[in-house]
């Protein structure tokens, strides 16, 4: 299989190097072009993986290099300039998060890649983070998410506020445990270092009654990456980065040599996770009947990895991807309404002014 990528920036250098490792590991794939319009990125990549590097999608099409698929790994505005034209070539596609800039891009290349029988898979890596994998198949019925995703400020993906860059991953995945329309968004954002929101919080009811919360900052002093979640008589934590989980159940009828409130308070489904680190702390996770404290064993794996082998699977067998280019639109669609609710807040609140005009 021959693959190319488009943009060998900051994200799509990962992309190169995952392909040059299954093309090493003879898993059938052969990194054979990229596209990189910046010279001196260009010339690094050209030197690096010795491939042609061009400095344009229409050059890369002209060169007949027959290839099967590509990873679109440039600037989100430029996604579907670039993802249009690979798939009109007739190309699979690996597209990276968020699929588009705006819903009308994303509907459009869903038609295409749908009409032409093309792969579209959008990279939502964090479905393939080990630790999320390990949860699916623990997941009961999730009625309250609190997201954290919090990074030190990069000069990086600035065409998109914080929702774009990096609320989208939490999006995505709510949206695949819920498994349950939206009835109502209500979101704060404040652009802090960038011209764009920087920071947000936002609260998701859905039509089933579950509630998520999100926080995403990307002018924090510190980098967390946590999803947790309540359901009845479970307590799940992911923490994305270190690749863990932790599943507090409440197995039994009572909460047994529990102290009344806690018992009542994990019945209920909202007890608070720091003191339930606490009791696992205090030793109680063992023999305190009908509280359990697991962890699932969480299978080794880089996420870019899974999620490229997992694509050239698609490729491979004409399946349906693992993230399908309608999930990628519907955690775009989620995204957006997120970005209207905070532009109402802003003018509600009186903060227009903070806002560069068109950001
Ligand atoms: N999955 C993740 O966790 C993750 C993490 C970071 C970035 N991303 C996504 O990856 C994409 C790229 O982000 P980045 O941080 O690497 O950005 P970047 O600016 O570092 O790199 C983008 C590269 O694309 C090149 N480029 C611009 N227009 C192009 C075009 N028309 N054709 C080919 N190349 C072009 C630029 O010259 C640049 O080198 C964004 O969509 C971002 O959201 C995903």
């Known amino acids: ?5 488009a943009g060998t920036g900051a994200f799509g250098r990962n992309h190169l190097r995952v392909y040059r490792e299954l093309e090493q590991a003879g898993l059938g794939v052969a990194l054979v072009a ?11 990549t050209a030197a690096k993986y010795a491939i042609p590097v061009f400095s344009s999608v229409d050059e890369l099409l002209s060169a007949d290099l027959h290839l099967n698929a590509a990873s679109v790994a440039v600037p989100t505005v430029h996604h579907h300039e670039v993802a249009s034209a690979l798939l009109d070539a007739g190309l699979d596609l690996l597209v990276e ?7 009308v891009e994303a509907n459009d290349l869903v038609e295409r890649s749908e009409k032409s029988k093309r792969i579209l898979q959008p990279g939502h890596l964090e479905r393939f983070n080990p630790a999320v994998l390990a949860v699916q198949p623990q ?23 914080v929702v774009l860059d990096l609320m ?43 509630v998520a919360n999100f926080t995403a900052s990307r002018v924090s002093t510190e980098r967390v990456r946590k999803l947790r979640f309540f359901e009845p008589r479970q307590y799940v934590s992911i923490d994305y980065a270190r690749r863990d989980v932790l599943v507090i159940r409440l197995d039994g009828q009572s909460g047994g040599g529990l102290p009344p409130e806690i018992a009542a308070a994990l019945a209920s489904g909202k007890a608070d996770p720091v003191l339930l680190a606490q009791l696992a702390a205090a030793g109680l996770d063992g023999p305190a009947p009908g509280l359990s404290f697991g962890k699932p064993e969480v299978a080794p794996g880089e996420p870019l990895r899974l999620e490229i082998e997992s694509f050239l699977g698609a490729v491979r067998t004409r399946r349906e991807p693992h993230v399908t280019a ?34």
Do not use: W, Y
């Not at 968004?185 to 998701?204: C, F």
């Open 34 to 44: 990229a596209v990189e319009p910046d010279s001196a990125r260009a010339a690094d």
């Open 139 to 161: 997941l009961r019925r999730p009625m309250f998410f609190e997201a954290h995703r919090l990074s030190i400020f990069t000069p990086r993906s600035l065409d998109v506020d």
């Open 326 to 359: 309608r999930q990628g639109r519907d955690a775009l669609a989620l995204a957006l309404e997120i970005q209207s609710s905070m532009a109402a807040h802003a003018h509600r609140a009186g903060l227009l002014d903070f806002f560069e005009p068109g950001a």
């Open 1 to 5: 299989m021959r693959v190319a990528i």
């Open 97 to 103: 998060k968020p699929l588009a800039a705006t819903l």
């Open 168 to 210: 989208i991953h939490d999006l995505d995945i709510v949206l695949t445990f819920a498994k349950s329309p939206v009835r109502e968004v209500r979101a704060v954002g404040l652009p802090i270092l960038s011209p764009k929101v920087d920071i947000a919080n936002v609260r998701v009811e859905f039509e089933s009654g579950c």
